[in-house]
C-alpha cells in the first residue's frame, strides 16, 4: 500500500445544520472504516477543511467523489503527499468546529495562507487542524 495524505479546502453550498453535519458524518465514518481511510475534517465557519489519510488511490478515488457533492463547492487541494505514519490514524473521520477568529488566534491572516505557505516540516494547513484539535470538543 502506497500511503499517501490529502488535504482540501471546501466552501459549504448552503448552511449545514447540525443534524446535516451528523448525517455526513456517520456517512463518511462508515465508508472510511471499511476502506482503511483516516482523518479530520473541521468545519470553519461556513467552509469545509478536510484531511483524508490512506491507500493513495482510495483518497483520490475518495476526493474525487466528494468534490462532486452538491453541499459544497469551491474544492481547492492544498496538498497531496507520501506519508509513513498517519497524523489521524485513530480517526475513522474526526470532526471539530472551528471559527475564523480560531485563524487569527493560530496565526494564520485567512485559509489562503494554507495554500500559499508551505515551507517547514509540518504544513501549515495541519499546524491549524492540530491547534482546533486540542484545543476543541472534537467528535
Ligand atoms: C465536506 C464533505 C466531506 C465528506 N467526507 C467524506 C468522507 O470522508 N468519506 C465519505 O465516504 N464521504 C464523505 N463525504 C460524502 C460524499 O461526498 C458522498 O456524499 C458519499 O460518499 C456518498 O456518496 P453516494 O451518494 O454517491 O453514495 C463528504 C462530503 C462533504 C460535503
Known amino acids: 500500500m502506497s500511503l499517501s495524505q ?3 479546502l471546501s466552501v459549504e453550498a448552503d448552511s449545514f445544520s447540525k443534524n446535516d453535519l ?6 463518511a465514518r462508515k465508508f472510511n472504516s ?6 479530520f475534517l473541521v468545519y470553519l465557519d461556513g467552509m469545509f ?3 483524508l489519510e490512506g ?9 474525487e467523489h466528494i468534490k462532486c457533492d452538491f453541499r459544497h463547492k469551491e474544492c481547492q487541494l492544498v496538498f497531496e503527499k507520501a506519508i ?4 489521524f490514524a485513530d480517526w475513522s473521520m474526526g470532526f471539530t468546529h472551528a471559527s475564523k477568529d480560531d485563524l487569527e488566534k493560530y496565526g494564520f491572516k485567512s485559509v489562503s495562507d ?5 515551507e517547514g516540516k509540518t504544513h501549515p494547513a ?4 492540530s491547534s482546533v484539535i486540542n484545543s476543541s470538543n472534537r467528535f
Open 6 to 8: 490529502l488535504v482540501y
Open 22 to 27: 451528523e448525517q455526513l458524518l456517520i456517512g
Open 126 to 129: 495541519l499546524v491549524f487542524m
Open 55 to 63: 491507500d493513495k488511490k482510495a483518497i483520490n478515488d475518495l476526493y
Open 84 to 87: 509513513d505514519e498517519r497524523v
Open 49 to 51: 477543511l478536510q484531511c
Open 114 to 118: 494554507f495554500v500559499t505557505q508551505n
Open 34 to 39: 471499511t476502506h482503511d481511510i483516516s482523518g
